[in-house]
Every structure is written in structure tokens, then in C-alpha cells.
């Protein structure tokens, strides 16, 4: 199979991490780099992360580019420390600081990687959507440079993480979501309808805390999260990996068993609905049928087997690159 040449653009915290470790370590993945959001933590920090888990990886040559440190329209930021810890590593990361970042943002990074390889890369936000939006000011015709955009967030059939009805990727900056979802790229939009159902268990954890080195690492911050996943969502020990999800069909390592083509608008109002991804499922009754002006496919039930995939890459990874105590 030809390797995805991806972006990643991470707010980094806990299943940021997931992505980004199941990118370096995927021979079907070429990480072309990756761009950095405040979203679960602030911007500094979500960079920091970055950089050191591809150090942690072997990984440092992968550029990482800064990006937004608030919403497009300048509204304030909230962030998720209490789903990832004070850290965004579950109050277990490492300690050292490895790496810097490049001296273009990541709007101008995505632009520059995209002009020099039209038509070949798939773009994978797993945070806000302010670096895309900022990317498609910059240059319009950005959504003929790519291979396309594969989304973790928004939800059609699931209820919200943040609200009844909103994801926290697009809930952070719908405004951001809104111009994204409008341009005339092929969108996936990997949401909680199937990044709810795809967990991660203790069985998996301990297969990690065995093999030790990076997939150690990554059982290790994964504790704090779970325990947030156990308390708020499921009632036992199970964790979510959205982001990893959006990597893993990005690059076809997991396919989604149903995924319509439909319109999918993002209210931007400020009523209780805002942040909300209305995706016109009308036609499930029928098989979908097509829809005029379509741009994106939104994966409704995957395969099984990709918690075991994941972790049985994790557990691959090998030995840490960099100190990570
Ligand atoms: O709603 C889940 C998403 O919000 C994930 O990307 C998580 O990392 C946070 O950014
Ligand atoms: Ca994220």
C-alpha cells in the first residue's frame, strides 16, 4: 500500500498522544508534520507535548509548527486539564523538554506542504479547527492542494461531549468548524458516533505497561484519562481514543462499515444548539441516497479490531529515544 502523507494538527493532549505515536510508528503513515492548537491545554503546552512524544518516537526531524492560541474570532478559550491533567500527559509526563518548533506558523506550514505537494496530502485536525480556517484565508484554493481532511470531531447521531449536542473540537471554535465544513474539500468526519464505541480497556493497558519503552509511556499517562472516561462516561475503566481513530482512517489502517455522504452544517448561533454538527442523515432509511453538493462522508459504525491494531502498534514502538522519566 503507498504510504498517506499526512498533517497532523494536535491540541496535544492524551489521545493526541495516541495519534501521534500510531503516526510515527505506522509504515502506511508518512508524517509529513505536525501543527499545534490550544484546545485540551493551551497552546505552549500542546506544542511541548508535540515535540517531545516524536522525540520520545525517534521522531525529531518532524517539523512542528505552532498555530492559534484562541478562536478565530478572538472569543476566549477554555481547556480540558481536567481530562488530561495539569500536563495534558495525566500529571505523568515526561519531565525534560526536547525539541523547537519551526518558525512558520502552522496555517503557513499546511499552505507551504500543500503548494509543494498538490493533491497529495491528507490533512488530520484532531483539535480545533482554527489552523484550517486560518490556512483557507491564506490561500482559497487550498481545497484542490489536498487529498482531503479527515476531522476528529462533531457528532450526527450521538450525543455531544461538551453540550447535549456538541463535540469539543468544534464547540472550542465553530465559527473555525463552520468555514472548514464549507469548503469544497472531501471531508471525514470521524465523530462520537464512532469514537465512543471504539475503547480501549485495562487489557490493553497492561499489554503496553508490559512491553515497557514508548508503549509503556503511553499506559502510564493514559491513567488520569481513563479515570476521567470512567467517572463522566462509561462507569468503568475504558478509554476513549478519538484522535487515534481519525489517524487509523486517515490512512486506512481501520475502515467504517457505514459512512454516508451528506451535508453536514455546524450552527454558529449562540443558543443551546452552538457547536452542533447537523448532518442530514434523512436519507438512512433508503441507503443514503446522494445528495446534492456533498463533501463529506460521516463514519456511522466501524470494523472491529482497531483497539487491537492500535495497541498492538503501541506495543511495537520500542524503546523511548529520549529520557521520558
Ligand atoms: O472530543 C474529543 C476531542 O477533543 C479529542 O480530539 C480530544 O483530544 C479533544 O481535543
Ligand atoms: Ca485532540
Redesign the pocket.
Known amino acids: 500500500m503507498k504510504n498517506t502523507p499526512i498533517i497532523l494538527d ?7 498522544t495516541m ?1 501521534i505515536i500510531l503516526a510515527c510508528v505506522s509504515p502506511e503513515i508518512e508524517l509529513v508534520g505536525i501543527g499545534t492548537i490550544w ?2 491545554v493551551d497552546l505552549d503546552l500542546a506544542t511541548q507535548n508535540t515535540l517531545n512524544i516524536l522525540a520520545m518516537c525517534g521522531k525529531a526531524d518532524v517539523p512542528v509548527a505552532k498555530g492559534a492560541t484562541k478562536p478565530i474570532n478572538g472569543s476566549h478559550q477554555d481547556f ?1 486539564y481536567f ?2 491533567g495539569d500536563d495534558g500527559q495525566g500529571n505523568k509526563g515526561m519531565k525534560g523538554k526536547y525539541g523547537k518548533e519551526i518558525s512558520l506558523s502552522a496555517a503557513e506550514f499546511i499552505v507551504e506542504q500543500c503548494r509543494k505537494r498538490p493533491g497529495e496530502i491528507e490533512l488530520v485536525p ?3 479547527l482554527t489552523n484550517l480556517a486560518v490556512a483557507l484565508k491564506l490561500e482559497p484554493n487550498l481545497p484542490k492542494l489536498v487529498r482531503g481532511v479527515t476531522i ?2 462533531g457528532t450526527a447521531l450521538t450525543p455531544g ?2 453540550s447535549p449536542v456538541a ?3 468544534i464547540w ?1 471554535d465553530p465559527e473555525a468548524a463552520d468555514l472548514v465544513f464549507r469548503a469544497p474539500w472531501p471531508i471525514t468526519m470521524v465523530g ?1 458516533d464512532v ?1 465512543m464505541k471504539t475503547l480501549l480497556t485495562e487489557k490493553h493497558f497492561e499489554q503496553m505497561r508490559q512491553a515497557g519503552g514508548v508503549a509503556g509511556y503511553m499506559a502510564r499517562i493514559s491513567e488520569y484519562y481513563t479515570t476521567f472516561n470512567e467517572e463522566r462516561s462509561f462507569g468503568k475503566r475504558l478509554a ?1 481514543m ?2 487515534a481513530i ?1 489517524v487509523g482512517i486517515a490512512a486506512g489502517l481501520v475502515k467504517a462499515k457505514v459512512s454516508p455522504n451528506v451535508n453536514v452544517e455546524v450552527d454558529i448561533t449562540s443558543g443551546p444548539g452552538r457547536g452542533q454538527t447537523i448532518c442530514d442523515l434523512r436519507g438512512i432509511y433508503l441507503d443514503f441516497p446522494a445528495q446534492k453538493n456533498a463533501h463529506c462522508q460521516v463514519p456511522l459504525e466501524l470494523e472491529e479490531g482497531f483497539a487491537e491494531l492500535f495497541t498492538a502498534r503501541i506495543c511495537g514502538a520500542g524503546e523511548a529515544a529520549v529520557d521520558i522519566n
Open positions: 494536535c491540541d496535544t493532549g492524551v489521545d493526541d495519534a484546545g485540551n480540558a481530562v488530561h484532531v483539535g480545533p476528529m470531531g461531549n461538551v463535540e469539543a473540537n472550542h462520537l469514537t476513549t478519538h484522535d481519525a
